[in-house]
């Protein structure tokens, strides 16, 4: 499976979730799309982000087909290097995710921007449940970005979550 598509590492009892995505959007564009709370709201849920190192993030994910106390996601900040590095900590109730950290890497590529997403520190479950989830928010950005409709998230998950292999 490509990294486009997610690629899931396990080591002992925690796991890894990696994706690359190549858009055909500026470094700049694609940085304000996952950080700016008016832009991120569209296409992931209701955010707020202090942004600073040390700074809180919260969402809420506007997919998951549960009640926003299990769905809501917060953490500290701990890289902020416009336009490049954006990594917090996130916490959430659901499927027993108590800790783990999400990165966001944007470098230049030949025709935008090369997007490198991991979630680190994941239960071996929770991944296999995040993966599906992951790609279709990573979808929802795309299309965000491209001006598009949005993905319905839970369409994409369960088409995503049936194509992939066990």
Avoid: C
């Avoid at 486009?4 to 990696?18: C, D, F, M, S």
């Avoid at 996601?73 to 890289?79: A, E, K, T």
């Avoid at 996130?90 to 997007?115: A, C, F, M």
Wanted: aromatic share 8%.
């Amino acid at each position: 499976m490509s990294r486009h598509e997610g690629e899931l590492i396990v080591q002992g009892e925690l796991a890894t979730l990696r994706f690359e995505r190549r858009l055909p959007y500026p470094v700049e564009a694609v940085w304000s799309a996952i950080t700016e709370p008016a832009q991120r709201t569209r296409w992931m849920g209701a955010t707020t982000i202090d942004a600073r190192p040390g700074g809180l993030i919260e969402m809420i994910p506007n997919g998951p087909p549960y009640p926003p106390e299990r769905t809501r996601v917060s953490g500290r900040i701990l890289v902020w290097d416009p336009p490049h590095v954006f990594e917090h900590e996130w916490q959430q109730q659901i499927l027993g995710v108590k800790g783990g950290v999400v990165r966001y890497e944007l470098s230049p590529d030949v025709d935008g921007t090369l997007l490198r997403f991991t979630h680190r520190g994941l239960s071996v479950p929770g991944a296999k449940g995040f993966r599906p989830g992951t790609h279709a928010f990573l979808d929802r950005l795309t299309a965000h970005l491209a001006g598009q409709p949005l993905p319905d998230w839970q369409q994409r998950y369960r088409e995503i979550a049936d194509s992939i292999t066990p």
